[in-house]
């Protein structure tokens, strides 16, 4: 068969460029070496009728209004405002640090004002912000850091916050008001039925064939696609022709209850300083199910595994520079998404990355 394009993976990324495409008359091959679509953000079901996201929580917020309303087209919404509490010392207290997560940890009474005394008290001023400790320790100081940040970034990352670029710590905002969401976005909703329905009815066109189980290295030969799309790790595509690029794994553990309806007070609940996990999720908390019984998943981060995160430092930027310059001279491929591009992007951001790429390739008239 003769395609236009030839997309590698389907995710977000693939997903995305392959319903532009195809609703633009192209013809599209779809693959993905998984035995399903959705990539990261696929779910479903687990064995006691629970929906569940198989490789950890994904919650959908954005500001983008273009975003939101393409997306709409594929889904009904389920409002939803994460919240996240972190246990320290003790206690389940908000995070991102705000007014009652100061007032309940230090015993104290402060309002707004007094609080940014408090954080202007104990902060270390840094003049130049690089890394990951310097954002924290500027911002809140020694004792927040270690409380709240240290171990888990150290847990999550397998180095500590000072080996990582600020970009990764400052993703967690510090507040003096008593806004405990996770996120502040516009929009914050999660797909009705299901991001699995959701990329199921995006890509449900006559011109798209998908094929699941199919790695890329394995039909590359074979398929006559005018343009690929490229989804997967970069340094992979390259044969790791400059040496691996680091991805943060994890392994999930997912555990069903049937005897309580609830088993934590928030979406999600951070351990920064306790077990080898990060963060246990319920996900009726995200959903809005309604069970007799609960679905949590824990996450335990480790080196070797599926790539889940791209590593922000300077020398892993450096490398996928590197990678980036072999790309840009690959005439008839292109590079979008998480892993691709080497960007700890959130699934609005690669929805961008995805529409603003099939536009300029229309506009190219590239094929
Ligand atoms: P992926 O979803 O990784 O899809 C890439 C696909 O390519 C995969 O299905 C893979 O199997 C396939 N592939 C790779 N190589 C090949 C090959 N050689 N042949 C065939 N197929 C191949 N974002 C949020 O906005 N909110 C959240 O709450 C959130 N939580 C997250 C929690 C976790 C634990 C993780 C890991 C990520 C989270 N994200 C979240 C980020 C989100 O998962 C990503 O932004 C998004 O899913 C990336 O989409 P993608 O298409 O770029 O990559
Ligand atoms: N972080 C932390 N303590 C927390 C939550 C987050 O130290 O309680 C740091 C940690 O380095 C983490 C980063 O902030 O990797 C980003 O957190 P986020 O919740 O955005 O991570 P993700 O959901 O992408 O895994």
Redo the contacts with the bound molecule.
Sequence with gaps: MVYDYLIVGAGFAGCVTAERLASSGKKVLLIDKRPHIGGNAFDEFDQYGILIHKYGPHIFHTNSEQIFKYLSKFTEWHHYEHRVL?KVDDQLLP?PINLDTINRLYHLDLDEESLKDFYEKVREPREFIRT?EDVVLNTVGRDLYEK??RG??RK??GMD?SELSAS??A??PVRTNRDDRYFTDTYQVMPLHGYAKMFKKMIDLPNIELKLETDFEAIKDYVQASHIIYTGPIDTYFNYRFGKLPYRSLRFEHEHDDSIQQCQPTGTV?Y?NDFDFTRITEFKHLTGQTHSGTSIVREYPQSEGDPYYPVPRSENEFLYKKYKSLAEEEKNVTFVGRLAQYRYYNMDQVVGAALSVVEKLLEAGSV
């Design positions: 972190a995070i990951s709240f940040y888990y970034t999550q990352w916050p990764v710590t993703r967690i951070n920064p």
